[in-house]
């Protein structure tokens, strides 16, 4: 019977992470349906439905309580701030590259964060890597590489991706399980309202704004950003609590994946030889890294 419940609590955990990938691979979709909506406005517009959003949820499921205490933990409180900008930086710059043009390259920024967990886990961490994490990295490094040499542009969208959000992640994993998902999200995008509120009243003042400009129809699809933003950040605390770590690992890439499919089949985003080979190689990185991982995972659970 508990053997059975377990399974269940795996494969709901599955769906769940699942289910939040693939949210998360659609998004630039979303995002160029809000068009005329610019990068500086739909952020700040993100952050605050986003809060709005969270202090719904926070009412409906009576959890209030939990965000206070984490007001008596200064350390932790101050995490959250760090965690605040970097997710700012990191959604800041998607929607950038989504809105111009770059999507397949936010879709390198997300196959090649897994390789930036790694090397950070080394500078910070001072965590020792195995023969092969070193070969992935260095395969990944010599992708940069030929994309800079040989597409004659530096990656700046997917590399600034890679590490604002490493960083994020190694920021939330120093906050640990004392901040659930919802409460992590509301004090973060609480510390960035203040620049919100400025970028809402610098676009209003030079462009114009264009929530309630362009019909009611692109104004209800702006004012559910918040949702959008919260409902796969959900998924993956539900789904992440409930699978291991390898499976997190594989499943990750299927939001790059269909980023990548999307910018390449749907948009049209040019892919000439130098990129193909540019991303071959980062493809084979994550290969050897993915497969260091789930054999290591295996011979962990067997020494266990």
């Known amino acids: 019977m508990r053997l059975a419940a377990e399974a269940r609590e795996r494969t709901l955990g599955g769906v769940y992470t699942f289910s939040a ?78 809105l111009t043009g770059h999507v397949i390259e936010t879709s390198l920024g997300y196959f090649i964060n897994p390789i930036a967990t790694v090397l950070l886990a080394v500078l910070v961490l001072r965590e020792r890597l195995r023969t092969t994490q070193w070969v992935a990295i260095g395969i990944a490094a010599a992708a940069v590489l030929v994309i800079i040499i040989g597409y004659g542009a530096f990656p700046w969208i997917a590399l600034t991706l890679a590490a604002s959000f490493g960083t994020y992640g190694l920021v939330k994993k120093k906050v640990g399980p004392s901040v659930d998902a919802v409460s992590g999200l509301t004090l973060e995008t609480l510390w960035l309202s203040p620049i919100a509120v400025v970028v809402l009243v610098v676009v209003g003042a030079t462009e114009g704004l264009t ?37 997190i690992g594989l499943l990750q890439f299927v939001a790059p994946v269909l980023q990548f499919v999307i910018g390449w089949l749907l948009l049209g985003e040019p892919m000439p030889l130098e990129r193909w080979i540019g991303f071959g190689l980062v493809w084979v990185a994550l290969i050897i890294l993915t497969a260091d991982s789930v054999l290591h995972a295996r011979r962990t659970r067997a020494a266990a």
Not at 215 to 225: E, R, Y
């Open 211 to 247: 929530m309630g400009a362009n019909g009611w129809q692109h104004a209800v699809l702006l004012s559910l950003t918040g949702v959008v933003t919260a409902i796969p950040l959900l998924l993956f605390a539900a789904g992440a609590r409930r699978v291991s770590l390898t499976t």
């Open 21 to 98: 990938y693939l949210l998360w691979g659609f998004l630039p979709l979303y995002f160029l349906l809000l068009a005329p909506t610019g990068p500086w406005e739909l952020v700040a517009w993100r952050i605050l439905l986003s809060l709005v959003f969270c202090a719904l949820l926070l009412t409906v499921t009576r959890t209030w309580p939990r965000l206070a205490a984490i007001f008596r933990q200064p350390r932790v409180l101050g995490l959250t701030v760090i965690a605040g900008l970097l997710i700012y930086v990191n959604w800041q710059v998607f929607i950038y590259g989504a």
